[in-house]
C-alpha cells in the first residue's frame, strides 16, 4: 500500500513538470501584457524536436536544449506577428497551436514507435534509500527539482528584482513604461522567448521522460491547461504550481481509478483533471481586489509607440 | 540677460496627421528661472513638453541645452541631461505601489534606502505619501504627490509641472509655490504649465503663451492682468461667468438623508451620516481635498455603488435610493463622474455613440428596440457646437481628444439632457481658463433656468465661482452647508485641512 503511494506521488510529480514549466513561461510572458494562446503549439513542437535530437544524438541534454530552442524560435514568429506588425494576439496565438500541430505531426511521421532511453531518476546514496520520504524527496527525475527551482526563481525575479519590477510595469501600463523611457516591445520580445523556452521544455519533458516516446498530439490539451492555470492561478506563481500538482494528481488517481474498473465511463473520468483544477483555482482566486492587484491591465492589447 | 540660457528652443514644429500641434516656436528658459508656458487646450503645449522630455521627436527646429545643440531622443535621455517632468495625466502604474512607482522612474538603487529618501523629500516638500500603497486606490491628489516627488528625488536642473496644483488646498498650493521658489533659488529651472491665471502671476519670472500652436508672446507675467493674459492666451475677451438669478422656488431636487457608505477600496474613505439637500435654482459646492470620500458619495448619488438605506437619497422627492443609475436619470438627473475615460466616457467608442450611452432613453433615441443614429448625430453634433469641442467631428474617437475637450464634450452630454438636477464632480479638472469659464457658464444657465445642481470639486475658485452653498466633505463627514457670502476661502481651507492633520496623527499613532 505504502509503495503504491510513494509510486502515485512519484507520477503525480512527472505529472505536474510539464505544466509547471509551460505555465511558468506563459505566466512570465502574460506579466509583460502579451497574451499568448500558442503554448500548446510550442510545446509540441519542443517535444518533437527534443525526441528527434535523442534519437539523432542519443544526448538527453541535447534534447532539452533542442526542444527549448525549437519552442523559443515558435514564440519568435509569435512575437515577431504580434509585437512588431501589431497582429491580433488570441488570433496569432491560435494560429500558432495550429501552426505547431502540423509541425510536429510533420516532423514527428519518422518517429513514431521509435522509443529511446528515459532520463533517469536521480539516485544519492543515503539520502534517496532513506524509507519512504528518500524516494519522495531524492528520488526524482533532475527536471522536477529544475521545475521547482525555476517557479521559485521567477516569483523572486517578478517580486524582488529590478527587471522584475520593470516587466511587471511593462505590462500594467506600456504608455506610462514608455514615457518613463523603458524599451516596452523589446522587454515583451523577451518575454515572449522566456514563455516560448518554457513552454518547448515542457514538451520536451514530455516526449523524454514522462512518456518517453513520441505520439501525434501528444500533449493532449496541457498547453491549454498551462495557459489556463495562469489566469487562474490570478498571476502568482505559488498558486500555479498548486495547479499543477492538482492536475497531476487527478490525473494519476483517475488513471488508478480506471484500471480498478470502477464502472464509471473512461471519458469522464478523463476530463476529470481539467475541470477540477479550474474549478479549485477559481474558487480559490476569487478575490476581485487580489486580481486587480495582480492582472497585468494591458494583457493582449498591441502597443504602438507614439513618436 | 547675459546669462546662458539652460535651455534653448529654436523653431520647433511638429505636425500630427491632421493638425499641426506646434509651428515654428521658440523658447528660452534661464537659469534659476520659473517659466510659464500659457495656452488652450490644443495650443500645443503638451506636445511641446513632451519634446523637451523626448516623448516625442520633433519634426524640425533645435534643441539646444546649455548652449550645446542636444537630441534628446526618449525620456532616459532627457533625466539624464537633469530634466525631469510630472505629467497632466499621470504615467502611474496601478498595480504597484507607491514606492515602486517611484523606483521605476530612478536608477537601479536599493529599495530600501530609497524608502528613506523618499519619506524625507517628501517630508521636507510637506507631501504626505504612503510608500506600500497600490496606485490603484489613490485619489487624484496622492497620484500626483508621487509624480512630484518622483521628479524631486531626481535631483533635476529643469522641472516641468503640468498643472499641478489643480488638486491642491490653497494651503498646499502655499507650500508648493515655497518649495518651487527655494528650487529655483538653489538655481533650477522651472517650466511651469497652468490654466490658473493668478498662479502664474504670482509665481513666475517669465510666461510663453502658445495660441493654436503657435507661439504667441513672451511676456513678465507680473507686470500684466489675468485679464490681458486671458486675452493673449484666447485671442479675443473673455467673459467671466454672470452667475444666475439667486434661487426663488425653494423646491428640493435632491435630499439626502444620513447617507452611510462602506468604501468599496481597500484604502477608501467610508461615508458616514451624510444629510443636505439641494433645491431647484441652486447651486451646492462640495470642497475637500482628494480622497476625503468625494469618490464614494458620487458613485453613491449616481447609483453606481450600494444601495445603501432605503429613504437615503432622494431624486425630485420620490426613493431613489434602491435605484439604478439608469432609473435615476429617467427621474430627471444627470451625472458627470469625476474619472473621464472609463467612468464618464468610452475611450474606443465614437463621440456619437458616447452620446447615446447616457441620453438613450431620456432624449427618446430608441424606438422598438432600434437605435435612433440620424438623431443621435445630431445631437453629438449640437454638443460639439453647443460647447465648442475641438474634434475632427461626430465621429471621432474619444481616445483622440485631449482632456479638456472631452470634458466639455462630456459636460454637454449631460447639461443639453436639460436635466432637473446635475451632480458633477471636478467640472474643470485639466480645463484651460476660456473653457472652464464656458462650461460655468452652462452650468449657470441651466440653473437659471430652474435646475439644481450638486458640484463636488477640489478647487476652491471654482466652488467659490459657482456656489450658492458650500459644504465641505472631510474624513467622509460633511460639515454643514453654509452661504457662500458667509464662508471666507481660509476658514474652507482650514476645514479641508484640518481633517488631514487629524488622519495624519491617525496614521502615526498606528505606526
Request: glycine letters at 10%; proline letters at 4%; charged letters at 15%.
Amino acid at each position: 500500500m505504502t509503495e503504491l503511494l510513494i509510486a502515485s506521488i512519484m507520477t503525480m510529480m512527472t505529472a505536474a513538470t510539464p505544466l509547471v514549466f509551460a505555465a511558468t513561461g506563459e505566466l512570465v510572458c502574460e506579466k509583460s501584457g502579451v497574451l499568448n494562446l500558442g503554448v500548446e503549439g510550442m510545446m509540441l513542437t519542443g517535444a518533437v524536436f527534443g525526441f528527434a535530437a535523442v534519437t539523432l544524438t542519443g544526448e538527453p541534454l541535447l534534447g532539452l536544449a533542442a526542444g527549448m530552442m525549437m519552442g523559443l524560435f515558435a514564440s519568435l514568429i509569435f512575437g515577431v506577428l504580434t509585437l512588431s506588425l501589431l497582429s491580433n494576439q488570441v488570433a496569432t496565438g491560435l494560429a500558432l497551436t495550429i501552426f505547431g500541430t502540423g509541425l510536429s505531426a510533420l516532423v514527428g511521421l519518422d518517429y513514431v514507435g521509435k522509443t529511446i532511453e528515459q532520463i533517469r531518476a536521480i539516485h544519492l546514496p543515503v539520502l534517496t534509500d532513506l524509507p519512504v520520504v528518500g524516494r519522495l524527496l531524492f528520488g526524482h527525475d533532475p527536471l522536477v527539482y529544475v521545475s521547482i527551482v525555476l517557479l521559485g526563481l521567477t516569483h523572486w525575479f517578478l517580486k524582488h528584482t529590478r527587471w522584475g519590477m520593470i516587466l511587471r510595469a511593462v505590462g500594467d501600463s506600456d504608455q506610462s513604461a514608455h514615457a518613463i523611457g523603458y524599451p516596452v516591445i523589446a522587454i515583451r520580445y523577451a518575454a515572449v522567448a522566456f514563455g516560448g523556452a518554457m513552454a518547448g521544455l515542457g514538451g520536451a519533458y514530455l516526449s523524454l521522460v514522462y512518456t518517453p516516446l513520441w505520439a501525434e498530439n501528444m500533449t493532449a490539451g496541457r498547453g491549454w491547461i498551462a495557459v489556463a492555470l495562469v489566469v487562474f492561478a490570478s498571476w502568482r506563481p505559488s498558486r500555479v504550481l498548486l495547479g499543477a500538482v492538482l492536475f497531476g494528481g487527478i490525473t494519476i488517481l483517475q488513471l488508478n481509478t480506471q484500471a480498478a474498473g470502477l464502472g464509471v465511463p473512461a471519458s469522464f473520468m478523463s476530463m476529470l483533471p481539467y475541470i477540477a483544477t479550474i474549478v479549485v483555482l477559481v474558487l480559490i482566486s476569487r478575490d476581485s481586489i487580489r486580481i486587480r492587484l495582480n492582472a497585468p491591465a494591458c494583457l493582449g492589447r498591441p502597443f504602438r509607440a507614439e513618436r | 540677460m547675459n546669462e546662458k540660457p539652460l535651455l534653448q528652443l529654436t523653431g520647433i514644429s511638429k505636425a500630427f496627421p491632421g493638425c499641426i500641434a506646434n509651428d515654428d516656436i521658440d523658447l528660452e528658459i534661464a537659469p534659476g528661472e520659473i517659466h510659464a508656458l500659457l495656452g488652450e487646450n490644443g495650443a500645443g503645449k503638451s506636445t511641446l513638453v513632451k519634446i523637451i522630455y523626448g516623448v516625442l521627436r520633433p519634426d524640425q527646429g533645435r534643441l539646444c541645452w546649455r548652449g550645446e545643440e542636444v537630441a534628446i531622443d526618449n525620456p532616459a535621455s532627457a533625466r539624464s541631461l537633469g530634466i525631469g517632468m510630472v505629467f497632466q495625466h499621470f504615467s502611474l502604474f496601478e498595480s504597484m505601489t507607491t514606492l515602486e512607482n517611484v523606483a521605476l522612474a530612478l536608477p537601479p538603487q536599493d529599495l530600501d534606502q530609497l524608502r528613506e529618501r523618499l519619506e524625507t523629500t517628501a517630508h521636507d516638500y510637506g507631501l504626505t505619501l504612503h510608500p506600500d500603497r497600490h496606485a490603484y486606490d489613490l485619489s487624484m491628489g496622492e497620484r500626483q504627490r508621487i509624480e512630484i516627488v518622483r521628479c524631486l528625488l531626481q535631483n533635476p536642473s529643469l522641472l516641468i509641472l503640468d498643472e499641478p496644483t489643480s488638486v491642491l488646498t490653497p494651503q498646499e498650493t502655499d507650500t508648493l509655490f515655497t518649495t518651487l521658489r527655494t528650487l529655483a533659488a538653489e538655481g533650477r529651472s522651472i517650466l511651469y504649465i497652468s490654466h490658473k491665471l493668478e498662479e502664474v502671476r504670482s509665481l513666475c519670472d517669465r510666461a510663453t503663451i502658445l495660441r493654436g500652436g503657435k507661439r504667441i508672446d513672451d511676456c513678465n507675467p507680473a507686470q500684466e492682468t489675468a485679464q490681458s493674459l486671458a486675452e493673449k492666451m484666447i485671442g479675443r475677451r473673455v467673459e467671466s461667468a454672470k452667475g444666475h438669478t439667486a434661487p426663488a422656488a425653494y423646491e428640493v431636487r435632491l435630499k439626502v438623508t444620513d447617507l452611510s457608505v462602506r468604501s468599496d477600496q481597500p484604502h477608501g474613505t467610508d461615508i458616514r451620516d451624510v444629510s443636505f439637500s439641494v433645491h431647484a435654482g441652486e447651486i451646492l459646492g462640495i470642497a475637500g481635498i482628494a480622497g476625503n470620500g468625494q469618490t464614494e458619495l458620487m458613485n453613491a448619488l449616481s447609483g453606481e455603488t450600494g444601495p445603501p438605506q432605503a429613504g437615503a437619497i432622494e431624486i425630485l422627492a420620490s426613493d431613489a435610493s434602491q435605484m439604478g443609475p439608469m432609473a435615476r436619470r429617467q427621474l430627471g438627473a444627470v451625472f458627470v463622474p469625476e474619472e473621464r475615460v472609463g467612468q464618464a466616457a468610452v475611450s474606443d467608442l465614437s463621440l456619437v455613440q458616447n452620446s447615446f450611452l447616457t441620453s438613450a432613453f431620456r432624449m427618446g433615441f430608441v424606438n422598438h428596440g432600434l437605435i435612433n443614429w440620424p438623431g443621435v448625430g445630431q445631437y453629438a453634433k449640437e454638443i460639439l457646437d453647443e460647447f465648442d469641442v475641438k474634434a475632427t467631428g461626430v465621429d471621432a474617437l474619444v481616445s483622440s481628444l485631449s482632456g479638456g475637450n472631452l470634458q466639455k464634450f462630456i459636460v454637454g452630454r449631460e447639461i443639453l439632457q436639460s436635466p432637473q438636477l446635475l451632480i458633477v464632480s471636478q467640472p474643470t479638472w485639466g480645463v484651460d481658463a476660456g473653457a472652464a469659464a464656458a462650461i460655468h457658464e452652462q452650468i449657470q444657465r441651466l440653473i437659471s433656468a430652474g435646475a439644481g445642481a450638486l458640484v463636488i470639486s477640489q478647487d476652491l475658485d471654482e466652488i467659490f465661482a459657482l456656489s450658492d452653498r458650500i459644504a465641505v466633505i472631510s474624513q467622509g463627514t460633511l460639515s454643514p452647508p453654509r452661504p457662500a457670502g458667509e464662508v471666507t476661502t481660509e476658514q474652507v481651507g482650514l476645514l479641508m485641512g484640518a481633517s488631514r492633520s487629524i488622519s495624519e496623527t491617525a496614521s502615526h499613532a498606528h505606526a
